[in-house]
T-cell receptor, first 116, second 110 residues
Framework: AQSVSQHNHHVILSEAASLELGCNYS??????LFWYVQYPGQHLQLLLK??????LVKGIKGFEAEFIKSKFSFNLRKPSVQWSDTAEYFC??????????????FGKGTKLSVKP | DSGVTQTPKHLITATGQRVTLRCSPR?????VYWYQQSLDQGLQFLIQ???????AKGNILERFSAQQFPDLHSELNLSSLELGDSALYFC?????????FGPGTRLTVT
């Protein structure tokens, strides 16, 4: 069955540190990849997405992610985190071409705590 | 604000009861998805509707059902509730492959 793995359950960083959150998926066909963020008490917000093309995608709030097809990975990065980035981050995948209406399969999430 | 609305925000009910959660998608979005978020299971897909018809089913219990109405709003019905059904229930709507999530309904079963 298709699955998404996020290796870090909880990451604690100081402000201005660099961030990389790992995400691997298990599906050999065409996939669309997403990172969502959930701030405390809020709903999921789309940070960035990859459908096709340039494997380095830029999202909101200075986040970016790199799709490495050979490694089935879609890691999230940010050069310098801020206290306001404290949240839970979810990697998700659905199958199919761009614009697929398929449901999302989510990883377990990574909690990021940024110390001021 | 994603444009997806869900009511109620919070629901507290007893075991064995039945509740209905409501979702209104973003204007023009035909697909509605329901997800359950719990501490032990994480975010799990329950069911999808597209323009009034069931499109896909995930890990949805037989005690749960959903429907999408002609005005495209959707309702998730949860019956014979158990303590383990306590969770956040999100709906999402989609256009162009991106899913936009509502604020969720927090269900507490006591």
């Amino acid at each position: 069955a298709q699955s998404v793995s996020q290796h870090n359950h909880h990451v604690i960083l100081s402000e201005a540190a660099s961030l990389e959150l790992g995400c691997n998926y298990s599906y050999g066909g065409t996939v669309n990849l997403f990172w969502y963020v959930q701030y405390p008490g809020q709903h999921l917000q789309l940070l960035l997405k990859y459908f096709s093309g340039d494997p380095l995608v830029k999202g909101i709030k200075g986040f970016e992610a790199e799709f490495i097809k050979s490694k089935f990975s879609f890691n999230l990065r940010k050069p310098s985190v801020q206290w306001s980035d404290t949240a839970e981050y979810f990697c998700a995948v659905n199958r199919g071409q761009r614009g697929s209406q398929g449901n999302l399969i989510f990883g377990k999430g990574t909690k990021l705590s940024v110390k001021p | 604000d994603s444009g997806v609305t869900q009511t109620p925000k919070h629901l507290i009910t007893a075991t064995g009861q039945r509740v209905t959660l409501r979702c209104s998608p973003r204007s023009g979005d035909l697909s509605v998805y329901w997800y359950q978020q719990s501490l032990d299971q994480g975010l799990q897909f329950l069911i999808q509707y597209y323009n009034g018809e069931e499109r896909a089913k995930g890990n949805i219990l037989e005690r749960f059902s959903a429907q999408q109405f002609p005005d495209l709003h959707s309702e998730l019905n949860l019956s014979s509730l158990e303590l383990g059904d306590s969770a956040l229930y999100f709906c999402a709507s989609s256009r162009g492959g991106e899913q936009y999530f509502g604020p969720g309904t927090r269900l507490t079963v006591t």
